[in-house]
């Protein structure tokens, strides 16, 4: 697969996984925030990731890879899933996205989801970086050449 159409894959995949997470929210019912009430809180903010990523999408769509856009994208949604998540500080820890499912099967779903959208977003942020590497080091020395 051409290097170009297996970061919009990775991107296309980390973004199923970003909707099936906020789909999650809203399914369980906690830590939901505008538009679903009149709370702003992380996952408003997370919203605001949907902008960028369809501005990426559209990129590609005419003919720009763009590598370094989502590098830079999914590192920050990396950071910011993660720090919301797990940690010391995490204001959505790992036992309130299982409580809420009356089965427990259905709340470890939930988790590993989450756990798998954050390898998403990791592994397009590192594939892209090396793209956008490669390609800053290509424009380069073409740059070399011409002087």
Same mark, same amino acid.
Request: proline share 5%; no cysteine.
């Given at each position: 697969?051409?290097? &170009?159409?297996?970061?919009?894959?990775?991107a296309? $995949? @980390?973004? *199923?996984?970003? %909707?099936?997470?906020?789909?999650? #929210?809203?399914?369980?019912?906690?830590?939901?925030?505008?538009?679903?009430?009149?709370?702003?809180?992380?996952?408003?903010?997370?919203?605001?990731?949907?902008?960028?990523?369809?501005?990426g999408?559209?990129?590609?769509?005419?003919? &720009?890879?763009?590598?370094?856009?989502?590098?830079? $994208? @999914?590192? *920050?949604?990396f %950071?910011?899933?993660?720090?919301? #998540?797990?940690?010391?500080?995490?204001?959505?820890?790992?036992?309130?996205?299982?409580?809420?499912?009356?089965?427990?099967?259905?709340?470890?779903a939930?988790?590993?989801?989450?756990?798998?959208?954050?390898?998403?977003?990791?592994?397009?942020?590192?594939?892209?970086?090396?793209?956008w590497?490669?390609?800053?080091?290509?424009?380069?020395?073409?740059?070399?050449?011409?002087?």
């Amino acid at each position: 697969m051409h290097q &170009r159409n297996r970061l919009i894959t990775l991107a296309l $995949l @980390t973004t *199923v996984f970003g %909707f099936g997470h906020h789909v999650d #929210h809203v399914i369980r019912g906690n830590h939901v925030g505008w538009p679903l009430n009149s709370e702003v809180t992380p996952f408003t903010y997370s919203l605001g990731f949907y902008p960028f990523i369809a501005l990426g999408f559209y990129l590609y769509l005419r003919g &720009r890879t763009v590598p370094g856009f989502w590098a830079i $994208l @999914t590192g *920050v949604g990396f %950071f910011f899933v993660g720090l919301a #998540h797990f940690g010391p500080f995490a204001v959505e820890p790992a036992a309130d996205i299982v409580g809420p499912y009356k089965s427990a099967l259905a709340g470890y779903a939930a988790l590993v989801w989450l756990v798998v959208f954050l390898v998403f977003l990791a592994s397009t942020s590192l594939y892209a970086g090396r793209l956008w590497r490669q390609q800053t080091s290509q424009k380069r020395s073409a740059d070399e050449r011409l002087s």
